[in-house]
Nanobody, 120 residues
């Protein structure tokens, strides 16, 4: 069992930055692929970014490429999502998710979500 806890959301203006964190409680992310999804009101949940912890490879949705960066924390149990040049369309609840060994479009473990609101 992997317990994920997100933090760092908030209300910002367009063009601002935020950094979200996803912490694994009681364990490290070694052997996991960790990613971020988001869900805006009235829309389906969509993939944002992921990182393979063991080798560090990353993948981004086209909508965030060049603005968002996913990275690993040094302690082994935190993943960061640095979000720059935020747009109103980035407004959503952001969820951290993790799956062991390989990525899945439906990861096994999810956090509770953190709200990001970008005003124009």
């Amino acid at each position: 069992q992997v317990l994920l806890v997100e933090s760092g959301g908030g209300l910002v203006q367009a063009g601002d930055s935020l950094r979200l964190s996803c912490a694994a409680s009681g364990r490290t992310f070694s052997s996991y692929v960790v990613g971020w999804f988001r869900q805006a009101p009235g829309k389906e949940r969509e993939f944002v970014a992921r990182i393979d912890w063991s080798i560090g490879t990353t993948l981004y949705a086209d909508s965030v490429k060049g603005r968002f960066t996913i990275s690993r924390g040094n302690a082994g149990n935190t993943v960061w999502l640095q979000m720059n040049s935020l747009k109103p369309e980035d407004t959503a609840v952001y969820y951290c998710a993790a799956n062991r060994w390989r990525w899945s479009t439906a990861p096994d473990y999810w956090g509770q979500g953190t709200q990001v609101t970008v005003s124009s």
